[in-house]
């Protein structure tokens, strides 16, 4: 089974090609009436042979310039090229905050001016990719790569260079902007590279360069402030900035795949080889699952990727192109994300999931900035960076979960629905960090809290605020705290009421004389 003429199942138009859609269209034809098949299902484990190794999916050509077929050499340079991008994109994220007490006190700057400077650096990260992430669909995702890298290289430089209120506002909405692709593009170029099962350990890669850059980031970032200067916190951002766009022009290939439809027959890359033609399958549909798949089965179910050695490779030159042009439309993509988002509830709920995430690891960062500079913490830039640790700790420990186990874990549900793999399958791994996480955050909270209030509080006179041994106790604000508190002091002043609250001690009977000791 071969694209092109010799194969109408997966013909598609070379300007709007989708190896992914293709292939999911020949499967529904080949469905029975009225079966469908939902999006993300496809076929990722052979369930008569249980100890087999995974299906392919996408199934890949054998084109040697398929992202699919690429060595894993070459797969591996790319990826790290990519992780590097991550890293130092949320390392100038991040790093700014450690710098707040500098930047107010050398400029002046208020601070309504850094909390509207991070209010603009998120609206950049939001709107950034709807504006962006469109083009990569008919412009490739390689210039998207570069002018990201280059958009935060020029943020860096002006961050470097900021004297008043409006430059740190308006520096940190390019920032924003141009790191705001970083949370998307990976993810498509994952899927244009890797196979399904093993999208999540790639993505756990992702993550933790995400961790690193974030919280390792503000550490590193508050012992140059506190050493050479905030100043030098951006120009450090430069130089590794100008390092990966250097990089990014002459190593970073394109992912992005487009089939030559006007191959001869004979070199035309194939979807399976030697597995058949369409006139295989049977005429006579059944509605059942099971002799669907064993119809599909002989087509799909791939644990190889296989090369054509006939088929010439791109040139260095070629693979390097700036740009890789289909005639694929942009303006859907714009209004084609919310569509999804909202007819799908297994994708609203890992949006939000997400949002929620993200928006408490933001309200952290920001209120770390502002409070512990102040009394009774009166952290330096970089005891705030410090405080960074645990969260990169805790992201460190939850990298198998959601990585290679998850693989895994799909791979084992997949083996018992009949080799089925259902995108919903890896939500399953989330249920027990959702109730982590609001532990984390309640944590957090409640322990400012708990200090802001002693800091403020006056204790009164004849009343019991610390213990025996000197330690304060939690300020009587709460009714429950007030009452046990009064009760306590009470107890205090009548021992009388304590002796006859508690129960009486029974004396120890005399021994018996004939008791030997």
């Not at 077929?69 to 949320?90: D, E």
């Not at 250097?246 to 035309?268: D, G, L, T």
């Not at 799909?410 to 995108?423: C, L, T």
């Amino acid at each position: 089974m071969v694209y092109g003429e010799e194969s109408p199942l997966l013909v598609s138009p070379p300007g709007n090609f989708s190896y992914d859609m293709a292939t999911s269209s020949s499967i529904q034809q080949l469905l029975p009436d009225g079966y469908v098949w939902a999006p993300g299902t496809v076929v990722l484990a052979d369930h008569h042979e249980p100890s087999s190794k995974a299906v392919l999916f996408p199934i890949p050509t054998e084109d040697p310039d398929d992202p699919l077929n690429w060595s894993s050499r070459r797969k591996f340079v790319n990826y790290s090229i990519v992780c590097s991008y991550v890293l130092w994109t949320f390392v100038q994220l991040d790093v700014g905050l450690t710098a707040w007490g500098p930047l107010m006190d050398e400029l002046g700057i208020s601070q309504f001016a850094l909390n509207a400077s991070v209010a603009a650096n998120y609206a950049g990260l939001a709107f950034g990719c709807l504006v962006f992430i469109p083009f990569l669909y008919r412009y490739g995702r390689r210039p998207i790569y570069l002018f990201s890298v280059a958009l935060q290289l020029g943020s860096c430089i002006y961050q470097g260079l900021v004297q008043n209120n409006t430059d740190i506002i308006v520096s940190n909405l390019l920032s924003g902007l141009g790191g705001a692709i970083s949370e998307t593009v990976v993810q498509i170029t994952i899927a244009d590279v890797f196979f399904v099962h093993q999208h999540a350990e790639m993505n756990a890669w992702y993550l933790i360069m995400t961790a690193v850059g974030a919280f390792l980031g503000p550490v590193a970032s508050g012992y140059i402030t506190d050493s050479q200067g905030w100043r030098w916190v951006w120009w450090y951002c430069t130089i590794f900035l100008s390092i990966q766009f250097v990089v990014s022009i002459f190593a970073f290939e394109e992912s992005k795949y487009i089939p030559n439809f006007r191959r001869s027959s004979s070199q035309a890359p194939t979807v399976v080889a030697d597995y058949g033609s369409t006139e295989d399958i049977p005429k006579q549909r059944t509605q059942r699952r099971g002799s669907v798949l064993n119809r599909l089965r002989p087509q799909l179910l791939r644990t190889k990727s296989q090369t054509d050695p006939t088929i010439t490779k791109k040139t260095y030159r070629q693979r390097m192109a700036f740009t890789t042009t289909t005639n694929a439309p942009v303006v859907r993509h714009f209004w084609q994300p919310v569509v999804v988002l909202f007819t799908f509830p297994a994708i609203l709920y890992t949006a939000v999931t997400f949002g929620i995430i993200l928006a408490s690891f933001a309200a952290e960062t920001t209120i770390q900035a502002t409070y512990l500079l102040e009394p009774p913490y009166n952290f330096s830039a970089s005891g705030v960076g410090l405080m960074n640790l645990p969260p990169f700790v805790g992201a460190i420990l939850g990298f198998p979960f959601g990585g290679y186990l998850n693989d895994k874990s799909i791979r084992w549900s997949a083996s018992r629905n009949q080799g089925i793999y259902e995108p919903e399958m890896r939500l399953w791994m989330v249920l027990p960090f959702a109730l982590l996480i609001p532990g984390g955050i309640l944590m957090f909270g409640l322990g400012l809290a708990y200090v802001s209030l002693h800091n403020h509080h006056k204790p009164h006179k004849h009343k019991l605020t610390h213990n025996h041994t000197g330690r304060p106790l939690v300020p009587p604000r709460h009714r429950l705290w007030r009452l046990g508190l009064r009760l306590h002091n009470l107890l205090r002043r009548r021992p009388s009421l304590l002796h006859r609250l508690l129960p009486r001690r029974k004396s120890p009977s005399p021994p018996h004389p004939f008791t030997i000791p």
